[in-house]
Nanobody, 123 residues
């Protein structure tokens, strides 16, 4: 199984980025997907999650109203659209997959993890 995250980079406060995570080696529709982040010196934080067919989405309190998670079954990709970015959003962002009906909301609760992509929000 491979989860390849991309789309990170440097952005100014108030700007936007779109992260993508391409999944391979698994049956994409059997997995709920999630995004987590880890800032320096901090624990992994739940950012967003989406159910197997996208009918349910969950968000961490700090990103509600600013971030949107989606998935594309034609490309086996999950996206995270991040708007109104703040310096405190700076972190390495990881995508994760969990087989079954439960959206992963804890990092250790996922079955597979990608390597992460760095997002830096700074002027």
């Amino acid at each position: 199984v491979q989860l390849q995250a991309s789309g990170g980079g440097l952005v100014q406060p108030g700007g936007s980025l779109r992260l993508s995570c391409a999944a391979s080696g698994l049956t994409f529709s059997r997995y709920c997907m999630g995004w987590f982040r880890q800032a320096p010196g901090k624990e992994h934080e739940f950012v967003a999650g989406i159910s197997r067919f996208g009918g349910t989405t969950l968000y961490g309190d700090s990103v509600k109203g600013r971030f949107t998670i989606s998935r594309d079954h034609t490309t086996n990709t999950v996206h995270l659209q991040m708007n109104s970015l703040r310096p405190e959003d700076t972190a390495v962002y990881y995508c994760a997959a969990k087989r079954g009906e439960t959206i992963p909301t804890s990092y250790s609760g996922a079955d597979y993890w990608g390597k992460g992509t760095l997002v830096t929000v700074s002027s």
